[in-house]
């Protein structure tokens, strides 16, 4: 793979099932992020595109045309086209999902590696195959620029076996079939920024890490090393989330096919698009809106309570299978931004050490536990973007 030009640009790319994330990053000693945007809603008449430079004000959200991924791309090319211009772009980081049993680390986006996104598609059907058209469209584009493939996946893949089995009949882990956890990108910026604002020990303790946003999951680390983590063989298990399930019954899918005629694809629609604080609140997968209506609306208290319930049972497990914790990090929108759902996970967790500081958690400090609290509780804004550029720069740099 060549050298990267110093005076060039990294564009990241995180597409998701109906959104397009993309951040631009001019190549330093670290990566600079020079502009974010995202195009959300693909495929529905309500696309909407909002982009901002670094510092300045966000420009939308603007209605367009986006009736798959492949059409976004002009659209991201109009909202970078002044900075490449002077700082044009050289490689391209792609966030994705299901990295299989195989890859542990980034990878060039080589035919081989093509080959086998595409067999893992079946896996995650929700991402991989957005993910797929949207590195090939850039490849047609751009063929002499490197792509690389940065896995969500990777940063559990040394989980000890016993965290990856599931109880099924062995002969489908020869398949594939295993636990591999997800939001790692998110897990590897978040361990990077604990090193850095943490006390020295932090990072090499019992730390779990609470990724809370749309997507809602935990990962419980021990001396650097990845223990256990919420979700498993797909993104829909582990948590109850905005929208997706979180872990059900298994034996849901035979009774709803006998009582209901629900096929797979219907369930599958069900577990992904229509559950979690949507399914049982009725109303919305969006948290600000259910803490505003949940003194009104019995449905949205429910939701937010199981949703802050199921989140308490993961800390417990996760602490459990670490012997202990040290710190606990909430991260993403919810973890980032909602103080009362912080509080209502960690009351009743003083077994554990976790004492929250209700000054600190309302004022959104950086360390909302007290100061007698065994455990420090962090919030830290978590950056899945920059740790694709900070990997594809590393990764580059060390073929160059």
Known sequence: MPQLDPIGSILVINGGSSTLKFALFRIGTAPVRELTGSIDRIG???????WAPEGADTIGPQSVDAPNHA?????????????????????????????????????????????????????????????????????????????????????HRDMPRVARLFSIPRRYEKLGLQRYGFHGLSYAFLMRELERVGAPHEVSGRVIM???????????????????????????SGLPMSRRSGDLDPGLVSYLARTEGMTVNRFHRMVNAESGLLGVSETSSDMRDLLKEEQNDARA?????????????????????????????????????SPTVRVRICEGLEFLGIVIDSA?????????????????????????????????????GAES
């Not at 909202?79 to 980034?106: S, T």
């Not at 958690?361 to 919030?379: F, H, K, L, M, Y």
């Open 210 to 236: 609470a990724h809370l946003g749309n997507g809602a999951s935990m990962a419980a680390v021990k001396n650097g090393r990845a223990i256990d983590t919420t979700m498993g063989f797909t993104p829909t």
């Open 360 to 396: 600190r958690n309302e004022a959104g400090g950086a360390v909302i536990s007290s100061e007698g609290s065994r455990v420090t509780v962090r919030v830290i804004h978590t950056d899945e973007e920059s740790e694709i550029a900070r990997s594809v720069l590393e990764m580059i």
């Open 44 to 50: 529905s008449p309500e696309a909407t595109l909002r």
């Open 301 to 337: 208290a429910e939701a937010v309570a199981l949703f802050c319930y199921h989140a308490k049972k993961a800390i417990g497990s996760l602490a459990a299978a670490l012997g202990g914790l040290d710190t606990l990090v909430f991260s993403a929108g919810i973890g980032e931004h």
């Open 71 to 155: 059409a976004c791309i002009e659209l991201l090319l109009t909202c970078i086209a002044d900075r490449v211009r002077h700082c044009p772009v050289v490689a391209i980081g792609h966030r994705v999902v299901h990295g299989g049993q195989h890859y542990r680390a980034p990878q060039p986006l080589t035919p081989a590696v093509m080959d086998e996104l595409q067999r893992l598609s079946s896996n995650d059907p929700e991402h991989l195959p957005g993910e797929i058209e949207l590195i090939r469209w850039f490849a047609q584009r751009y063929p002499h620029l490197p792509q690389v493939a940065c896995f969500d996946t990777a940063f």
